[in-house]
């Protein structure tokens, strides 16, 4: 089962890791198991709130999202869309940024290193309103209560999120931002730049918010009117499985899942401008990742145990609130790229670690106990 499931994931990693040997050495493996592994992190709620949705879906609509829908992933968001960020951040065209990337290193690592500053705005403000809109709603689950309990309780405040997120925008851009790190060590007055930045990254996290926002009110909207068939079709003797979601809800649920996959890609994409700029490690890295998301979430969904270790949503966000605070730091000061990478993996180990521990003590025999889940929130 495992196997058959993760075959695909183990011989892309493989291939990953011995074409990162052959293209930069040991260090460019590290690099790129790091990315992987950050991917993986950091999607994992993701793959899980995908597979929520994916088993409502009906065969036909579950293939197409786990054949077009990983084409779009992978090659869209993960391969396509650092290639953008790169080209505007340093005003070069698509290609030209390539060709660079892959002919001349050392001017586009230097061509990067100084647009660095206005992708970790951008970067750092999306993240940031992902962990803020996390830590300020109110779940029934809390991992550290001490501190999400107050934290809820102040999330009540209208527009909370987005006024903490333009306060630090602001000290960053006047702060870091006015001593903005360059190619060759220099320092450079960036604040406007970083200002603008981040009020674009802003901007892009409401604008994905609210076509998630849209497409599940869409959803409800016709699970609701499923639900009436459904009733329907018991009073008239038809087996439930017949009005399995397809058709115009499982389409509108597809457009959903390929707004909110885009929406959990930004992070990995954007993290890994913190772990290296080499958009060839990066294509490496985050591809193996999203191909373990796509395994997990079929594996979520074969197994049916998509709420055993509750925590894990937590430290996931947890890690990006971290990347977050990592890039905003990074735009004056460098940070080793193995501890931004182990930030992420050290948030994940320590809340399944405690997801388990809760598991033996709600079963007293270790096995997992599972916590109803309320319907996926895009944010």
């Not at 991917?39 to 994992?44: A, K, N, V, W, Y």
């Not at 809340?351 to 709600?362: E, M």
Request: proline letters at 2%; a negative charge; glycine letters at 10%.
């Amino acid at each position: 089962m495992l196997l058959r499931t993760f075959g695909w994931s183990f011989a892309v990693t493989a291939l990953g890791l011995v074409a990162a040997v052959f293209y930069g050495g040991w260090t460019a493996f590290g690099i790129v198991a790091i990315l992987s592994v950050l991917e993986i992190s950091l999607s994992f709620d993701n793959a899980v709130v995908n597979a929520g949705i994916l088993k409502k879906m009906n065969a036909f609509w579950q293939k197409i999202f786990l054949t077009i829908g990983i084409l779009i992933a992978v090659f869209g968001m993960r391969l396509v869309f650092p290639v953008v960020i790169v080209a505007v951040s340093a005003q070069l065209g698509p290609i030209e940024a390539v060709d660079l990337a892959l002919t001349d290193k050392d001017r586009y690592q230097e061509l990067v290193t100084d647009a660095h500053p206005s992708i970790a705005a951008f970067g750092g403000m999306f993240l940031l309103m992902i962990f803020l809109d996390f830590i300020f709603e109110d779940r029934d689950i809390k991992w550290l209560g001490w501190l999400e309990r107050p934290l809820a309780k102040l999330g009540k405040v209208d527009m909370l999120s987005v006024c903490i997120a333009l306060v630090v925008l602001l000290i960053s851009a006047t702060t870091f931002g006015a001593h903005a790190h360059q190619h060759g060590g220099t320092h450079a007055d960036k604040a406007e730049t970083v200002l603008l930045a981040g009020i674009a990254g802003l901007i892009t996290y409401m604008i994905v918010g609210g076509l998630s926002g849209y497409f599940e009110d869409k959803l409800e909207e016709e699970e609701e009117r499923e639900h009436e068939e459904e009733e329907a079709a018991e009073r008239a003797g038809k087996p439930k499985s017949a009005v399995k979601l397809a058709g115009k809800a499982a389409f509108f649920m597809f457009l959903y899942l390929e707004v909110l996959d885009a929406s959990f890609s930004f992070d990995g994409v954007i993290g890994a401008f913190a772990v290296t700029n080499d958009i060839v490690l990066m294509a490496l890295g985050l591809g193996i990742g999203a191909m373990y998301v796509r395994s997990l979430t079929v594996y979520l969904v074969r197994q049916g145990t998509l709420d055993d270790y509750v925590y894990l949503e937590h430290g996931a966000h947890y890690a990006i609130g971290a990347l977050a605070v990592i890039l905003l730091v990074t735009i004056q000061y460098q940070i080793n790229e193995i501890i931004t990478g182990l930030v992420g993996v050290v948030l994940i180990g320590a809340s399944f670690w405690s997801s388990v521990r809760r598991n033996k003590r709600l079963t007293g025999n270790g096995r997992p106990h599972t916590t109803p889940r309320s319907a996926p929130s895009p944010n």
